[in-house]
């Protein structure tokens, strides 16, 4: 499957977003990762629709974004509005998860569920065919920066193997404490979407987009 790498503007430097998210496209990301988070599901607070909605347009990057935020059914015509392509939600955040996926593809966008680490993937089970992604948190939600949850690994290859006894080619991302020293057992795993926040802004951005793009050649 294709590698894809997802940077998190959640890490971004916000005086100068605009040019650090050119800088990501430039050296081969080709998802951009908004991490929404309402406060509430999550205990952070990070920004919405306005972002997204203010650099439609600063690059062709997939606008890949996380909705950490309860009841995220009230907000997918809006995120669709400002822009989203994928929108991914929670599965721990909704009443009904089969009505959200409804009408995110109904809004004409690509379905993400999340699962966040205490969830167990066998969660999935009644929607493995109905996403066209999943997502696997490697952190506990709501800050950049933590470190990496190594039982995760265990996550992805269960998911994996169960998406391919269903003969699903379904994309598997993963978000959270993931820097070019560990996205190799990721990888292994069974992802082929990685979220990086801080590995990719802190520093220099280009050098650090390339040593993902390096790594994925590899495989
Ligand atoms: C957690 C956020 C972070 C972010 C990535 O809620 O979703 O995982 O995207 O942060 P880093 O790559 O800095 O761990
Ligand atoms: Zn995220």
Redesign the pocket.
């Known amino acids: 499957m294709k590698k894809i790498l997802a940077p998190?503007i959640?890490?971004a430097d916000f005086k100068v977003l605009g040019d650090q998210i050119r800088t990501t496209s430039d050296n081969g990301a080709e998802y951009l990762?908004f991490?929404v988070?309402d406060g509430m599901f999550?205990p952070?607070i990070s920004f919405g629709m306005p972002v997204l909605q203010s650099i439609q347009g600063v690059s062709s990057q997939v606008m890949d974004v996380?909705l950490?935020v309860t009841d995220p059914i009230r907000y997918v015509e809006a995120f669709k509005e400002a822009g989203a392509e994928i929108l991914t939600v929670h599965l721990e955040a909704c009443e009904d998860i089969q009505a959200v996926l409804d009408k995110i593809h109904a809004c004409g966008m690509k379905a993400g569920v999340s699962v966040k680490p205490a969830t167990p993937v066998d969660a999935l089970l009644p929607i493995l065919d109905q996403a066209e992604m999943f997502l696997i948190?490697?952190?506990?939600?709501?800050?950049?920066?933590?470190?990496?949850i190594p039982e995760s690994l265990d996550k992805i290859r269960a998911l994996r193997a169960l998406l391919n006894e269903k003969g699903l080619d379904t994309d598997i991302e993963v978000?959270?404490?993931?820097?070019l020293t560990n996205v190799r057992e990721v990888l292994d795993a069974g992802a082929n979407v990685i979220?990086?926040?801080?590995?990719?802004?802190?520093g220099n951005i280009g050098e650090n987009v390339k040593g993902f793009m390096e790594i994925f050649k590899e495989n």
């Open positions: 998190s959640l890490s990762h991490d988070m999550v952070s996380h950490m948190m490697s952190v506990e939600p709501g800050f950049g920066g933590q470190a990496f978000d959270g404490g993931i820097y979220v990086a926040g801080s590995a990719v802004f802190k």
